[in-house]
């Protein structure tokens, strides 16, 4: 089976761009109620750096994908100034932004943090170089050491008292090189200690998404493709409904505990061995391991019709946000086209009213 994710660019493009500007094609929801200056104000500042990035992928004919959003956000918020440079330099060479530009300036963000994996594993080999060299030293250390005893105790007999005066002095000798192995094995291991907590929490933020704590995008594919083509697992994509409305009327830091929630939620609601990820914006992607697709249908369903009856409060107001929902579409892995289906489906369950699960067309 091929894990490829190269959804139809007409179906996602449309299914996007209907999902950033206004719930699937419903009018967008008035301004959002003011609550002072300051709310207007950063209201105002959130809607101009959306419209420059709409308006960037518009004017360069982009594929309005995750990447191509986040590529760009980096460069209009000025949150990553080498992802921004990156974006300036191609816009200052005449040649305008692509969808493969976008993919290398990604690639390039990609492999400034293989970079520092890798600045990782060279610390912690030379720490290994470090105690090994240490551990040799010792070794040297005693063998000099007992070398020495033994040409002493072919002395002691002709001369005791200088005898024992010389092997007191070479075991304080011994003692204290030990001490000094001992304590660069010491400060080796402490090193090594700090470096593989540094390489732990990289590895995780190279796998995991950093608001909502899922797997990524990349680590969901990565097991996708490691499934093969085993029939009994299911791959369904999951997209919260109307989720645009709620960063409109609330603001985004109200849309991320949303997404947080709604994360949670999934996760919680499903057996521990379904792979519940990240995929982008709004949307999940769930791997279900050893069930049928009418049993995963089922299992999702009940995740969907349990949160559809909860009613969510902004924290920071007390204002109601009412309902929340999504909608998911389902297929099996074991097709070649299995994330393209879902998607199709995906977009079916939204066509037909939202928050539903549908099946791929077989």
Not at 108 to 124: M, W
Not at 257 to 274: H, I, M, Q, S, T
């Amino acid at each position: 089976m091929s894990a490829s994710s190269s959804i139809p660019v007409a179906a996602r493009r449309r299914r996007r761009v209907l999902g950033w500007f206004g719930a699937e094609g419903e009018a967008l929801p008035a301004s959002a109620p003011a609550a002072g200056t300051i709310a207007q104000q950063r209201a105002t500042v959130l809607r101009r750096l959306f419209d420059d990035i709409g308006t960037l992928i518009f004017s360069h004919a982009l594929t309005p994908s995750p990447c191509a959003y986040s590529v760009l956000h980096a460069y209009v918020s000025g949150e990553d100034p080498g992802t921004g440079e990156a974006v300036a330099e191609q816009l200052r060479s005449g040649q305008g932004l692509s969808d493969t530009s976008i993919a290398r300036i990604a690639a390039r963000n990609d492999e400034a943090q293989a970079g520092a994996l890798s600045r990782i594993a060279d610390a912690l080999e030379a720490r290994i170089g470090d105690c090994l060299a240490a551990v040799g030293e010792s070794r040297g250390s005693a063998e000099t050491f007992g070398n020495a005893l033994h040409v002493e105790a072919g002395r002691l007999s002709s001369d005791p008292q200088a005898t024992i005066k010389r092997i007191i002095g070479l075991t304080e000798a011994a003692v204290d090189a030990a001490r000094l192995v001992e304590g660069q094995l010491h400060h080796a291991r402490e090193e090594a200690d700090a470096l593989r907590a540094e390489l732990h929490r990289a590895r995780r933020a190279a796998e995991h998404d950093h608001l909502t704590g899922l797997p990524n995008r990349r680590s969901f594919e990565q097991r996708l493709r490691d499934s093969g083509d085993d029939a009994a697992t299911v791959v369904a994509l999951i997209d919260i409904d109307d989720f645009k409305q709620v960063n409109d009327r609330f603001g985004h830091p109200a849309g991320d505990r949303v997404l947080k929630f709604v994360a949670a939620f999934v996760r919680a609601g499903l057996p521990r061995d379904v792979l519940v990820a990240r995929y982008g914006g709004e949307e999940f992607a769930l791997l279900f391991k050893g069930m049928s697709l009418e049993q995963a249908v089922a299992a999702l369903d009940e995740v969907r019709e349990r949160l559809s009856q909860r009613s969510l409060v902004n924290q920071d107001s007390g204002a109601p946000i009412g309902q929340i929902t999504f909608s998911a579409g389902v297929a099996s892995a074991a097709r070649e086209d299995a994330l393209t289906a879902a998607d199709l489906a995906l977009y079916a369950a939204k066509n037909r009213g939202k928050n539903q699960v549908a099946r791929a067309d077989p």
